[in-house]
């Protein structure tokens, strides 16, 4: 145990990764700006896009956190700590907002961004309590400040355990933890999937589904063990702030969780289509209509392939999932995956005839991406990567899979 906690770990030179992800990110920017200028439905599209992608990863990581806490998992403690950096990036993303506000007569055809069918605009018109302009903009504002404060209360409370002797006062620290997050995950689960309710869902107007908040709660959160996969790897290798304390053993607890949460992925998209299938209802079919057809259709069917059956056949031997460059392997293909999900699911509402790539696409997720990546290594450059003072500390380091 002493040789965990005097060791350095923190060896992989955060302001480095902080200004190299800046440049990237304000490269995105100069992009974005520039097709503001020039394409500006595309431009908020594309932005809507990457924003989502992001958006949903970083929240699925700040419930993976608040899901350890509540559930007790000791086994996690020496992932925690990395887990919560990247939650680091919520403050950021808070602020990345504001182009999504500043878009929506651009994206949605609730306020005004192409004029409807007499038909469909009647079902428009009775949502209106709901999606009008104000509201929406209250709504956001509240989802990323539930988002931000939860996160940073957590990730602040973590921190403190570095300054707390273990005892009685460390054990009240986690205990406060816990209760937050029991409270938290019900107020986060609620504005992520209201997220998809008020970002996506109204990209077609006639069209609902009272499980497609789950769906994109679902994803986020595979694509968020994906990351933690792929991070926890990069952190264990030789030399690095991790090494020797993340073992195959949990790679294996997290390689268990991916393959639940694969499997829970495609059973709640199968089950959205299912329903709307076998009702056979032309307004709720009318979204599958597009998707299900010509190159949007390849599309699906890679993201069935590449999220689901290929990560399912992988992670089911026991022996590969203790592999940690297996497991990051696999993490990043559902991270890609998590992406053309989501291309999938925005996209078509501005190209219904098939796939079309634009360059803002690209622009857009460097933009989000590269900025949230430097908030979070930037915000991460002075703290530990183990809670050293942790009560469970020493548990988690010796866990061993059952």
């Known amino acids: 145990m002493d040789m965990i906690v005097t060791r350095p770990v923190t060896q992989w030179r955060p302001e480095v990764v902080a200004t190299r992800a800046f440049i990237v990110g304000i490269i995105g920017l100069v992009l974005c700006a520039i097709g503001v200028l020039v394409n500006p439905r595309q431009a908020f599209a ?3 896009f990457a924003y989502v992608t992001v958006l949903t990863t970083i929240v699925g990581a700040l419930i993976l956190v608040m899901i350890s806490h509540v559930t007790a998992a000791r086994w996690f403690t020496v992932l925690r700590r990395l887990t919560l950096l990247v939650t680091a990036s919520l403050p950021a993303l808070a602020l990345l907002v504001l182009p999504v506000l500043a878009g929506v007569h651009r994206l949605y055809p609730w306020a005004g961004a192409y004029v409807l069918p007499p038909d469909i605009a009647a079902v428009t018109a009775r949502r209106a309590a709901w999606l009008n302009v104000p509201f929406f903009i209250v709504r956001a504002a509240i989802y990323v400040l539930v988002f931000t404060v939860c996160g940073e209360v957590l990730r602040r409370w973590a921190l403190r355990e570095d300054e707390t002797p273990v005892g009685a006062s460390q054990l009240a620290v986690v205990r406060r933890q816990r209760r937050l997050s029991a409270f938290g995950l019900i107020l986060v689960g609620v504005g992520i999937t209201f997220v998809a309710f008020d970002w996506l869902m109204p990209l077609d107007p006639q069209w609902y589904s009272t499980v497609y908040g789950t769906y994109v709660f679902a994803g986020g959160f595979v694509a968020s063990l994906g990351l933690v996969a792929l991070l926890a790897y990069i952190s264990s290798s030789r030399g690095r702030a991790l090494d020797g304390t993340v073992t195959a053993e949990h790679f294996g607890a997290l390689g268990k969780l991916m393959l639940t949460f694969v499997i829970f992925w495609v059973y709640i998209a199968f089950s959205q289509f299912l329903v709307i299938w076998i009702g056979d209802i032309p307004a709720d079919a009318s979204w599958y209509v597009v998707r299900a057809a010509g190159s949007w259709r390849v599309l699906a069917l890679c993201v069935v392939v590449g999220q689901f059956a290929i990560p399912f056949v992988l992670l089911l031997p026991r022996s590969l999932k203790r592999r940690p460059a297996a497991l990051a392997a696999i993490g990043a293909l559902i991270l890609l995956m998590h992406v053309l999900d989501v ?40 703290h530990v990567a183990l809670p050293v003072n942790d009560p469970y500390l020493a548990e988690s380091v010796q866990y061993a899979e059952p």
């Not at 999938?344 to 590269?370: R, T």
């Open 46 to 48: 594309s932005y809507l």
């Open 343 to 382: 291309f999938w699911l925005v996209a078509p509402a501005f190209h219904p005839i098939g796939i079309s790539v634009s360059w803002l696409d690209v622009a857009a997720l460097l933009m989000v991406g590269g900025l949230t990546t430097a908030a979070a290594a930037w915000r991460g450059r002075d």
